[in-house]
């Protein structure tokens, strides 16, 4: 049972414009969420996250929006950069003092000229 | 302030022998997480421990499979008598606390196991 789903294995996108990733999730547990940014050959790095106590976190090109009622997030880069061309996963864990981190299945942004 | 450390990057195993995989957490980190990345596939959760302790292992396989965070020392995951099946990328997280604010993990770099 897939706890956080991100529906979208690939997204292309123009250079300059906004780029829009999505991610569900079903456990209701859940009040911290993360979006990690992957290159081939290399560990997973940390891009952003937020609280449930909030609905949006701002960083410079990328901002993320929660939706609790929806139980759904969404990562936003603006403008979109050849740079930004990776996959991005979303992750989410509760804020009880022993718990995991679970990860989305990816999704694979291809960031176009 | 070093990252977080995996070794070795890339090992080969010939089916049957057992693979260790090592990871040195972040300075002043005490949790550790790993996970496992099949080809084409997203970050599987497999075990979560803080020093000398096992928190969640309901990710990992029942046999076969085992880690460790000892005191002193790296975490270990060792896997016996490894099958094709075990081919996959390894990354090792850490976090200096669970929950609240602070629970972003640093990743390290991965191994990536390759089974002949």
């Known amino acids: 049972d897939q706890q956080v789903k991100q529906n979208s294995p690939s997204l292309s996108v123009q250079e300059g414009r906004i780029s829009i990733l999505n991610c569900d999730y079903t456990n209701s547990m859940f009040d911290y969420f993360l979006w990690y940014k992957k290159y081939p050959a290399e560990g997973p790095t940390f891009l952003i996250s937020?609280?449930?106590?909030?609905d949006k976190n701002e960083d410079g090109r990328f901002t993320v929006f929660l939706n609790k009622s929806a139980k759904h997030l969404s990562l936003h880069i603006v403008p979109s950069q050849p740079g930004d061309s990776a996959v991005y996963f979303c992750?989410?864990?509760?804020?009880?003092?022993?718990?995991?981190?679970?990860f989305g299945s990816g999704t694979r942004l291809s960031i176009r000229p | 302030n070093a990252g977080v450390m995996q070794n070795p990057r890339h090992l080969v195993r010939r089916r049957g022998q057992e693979a260790r995989l090592r990871c040195s957490p972040m300075?002043?980190?005490?949790?550790v997480y790993w996970y496992r990345q099949l080809p084409e596939e997203g970050l599987k959760f497999m075990v979560y421990?803080?020093?000398?302790?096992?928190?969640?292992e309901s990710g990992m396989p029942k046999e076969r499979f085992s880690a460790e965070f000892p005191k002193e020392g790296p975490s270990i995951l060792r896997i016996q008598q490894v099958v094709r099946g075990d081919s996959a990328a390894y990354f090792c997280?850490?976090?200096?606390?669970?929950?609240?604010?602070?629970?972003?993990?640093?990743f390290g770099q991965g191994t990536r196991l390759t089974v002949v």
């Open positions: 937020i609280s449930s106590i909030k």
């Open positions: 421990l803080q020093k000398e302790n096992i928190i969640d």
């Open positions: 997280a850490s976090s200096p606390l669970a929950g609240g604010d602070s629970t972003e993990a640093f």
């Open positions: 992750a989410a864990s509760s804020g009880s003092s022993a718990s995991k981190i679970i």
């Open positions: 300075k002043g980190h005490s949790h």
